[in-house]
């Protein structure tokens, strides 16, 4: 079966940093590009970042570039998500799920991130 | 990189057809097809529900149907059912080599 299983998030203070693990189980995780989405409370879907299957290509929305920094342990099977200088724009459940043939396929159920003081 | 245009809400009654307009450019919906359907229900993970514009995927069922015409990409639902009620986001790869979602249509079946 397959499981992308986040962790890590919380209520964190803005310019506060935060790291999402997210562990895969039911494919060859070393051999899948794999990404972050998020979602704002009651808003839409927002592709976040993505990252080729031995982490040498990496790419982020531009509203988190410089700030948030997409890796991977291949030996772990386990994708991450630095977030630092946080914000209150940031707030939002974050999933992630496997990039494959140009869709997101499966999900993970996501982790809550909140960004207040 | 602006969100791709979507209804905010469609709505049907069981049995009818609906159909979700997704607006683009010529720098993502048009460039490619790499268009690709989610569907969402309240407090769940996203689904994909079509990719590549018109594929479903195994276990999504053929009443669910997917185009492309110049910028703009639609997703088809006929014979609606009660369980199709749910929010469907539409989502394209881009020339910058970022993805862009649409904003999201909620369907209500009435």
């Known amino acids: 079966e397959v499981q992308l299983v986040e962790s890590g998030g919380g209520l964190v203070q803005p310019g506060g940093s935060l790291r999402l693990s997210c562990a895969v189980s039911?494919?060859?995780?070393?051999?899948?590009?794999m990404s972050w989405v998020r979602q704002a409370p009651g808003k839409g879907l927002e592709w976040v970042a993505t990252i080729s299957q031995d982490g040498s290509q990496k790419f982020y929305v531009a509203s988190v570039k410089g700030r948030f920094t997409i890796s991977r342990d291949n030996v772990q099977s386990s994708l991450f998500l630095q977030m630092n200088s946080l914000r209150a724009e940031d707030t939002a459940v974050y999933y992630c799920?496997?990039?494959?043939?140009?869709?997101?396929?499966?999900w993970g159920q996501g982790t809550l991130v909140t960004v207040s003081s | 990189q602006s969100a791709l245009t979507q209804p905010a809400s469609v709505s049907g009654s069981p049995g009818q057809s609906i159909t979700i307009s997704c607006n683009g450019t010529?720098?993502?919906?048009?460039?490619?097809?790499?268009v690709a359907w989610y569907q969402q229900h309240p407090g769940r993970a996203p689904k994909l529900m079509m990719y590549?514009?018109?594929n479903r995927p195994s276990g999504v069922s053929d009443r669910f149907s997917g185009s492309k015409s110049d910028n703009s990409a639609s997703l088809t639902i006929s014979g609606l059912q009660a369980e199709d009620e749910a929010d469907y986001y539409c989502n394209s790869f881009t020339k910058s080599t970022t993805w862009v979602f649409g904003g999201g249509t909620k369907l209500t079946v009435l």
């Open positions: 799920a496997r990039y494959i043939a140009s869709q997101f396929d499966p």
């Open positions: 039911g494919f060859t995780f070393s051999s899948n590009w």
């Open positions: 590549h514009v018109t």
């Open positions: 010529s720098s993502d919906v048009g460039a490619y097809n790499y």
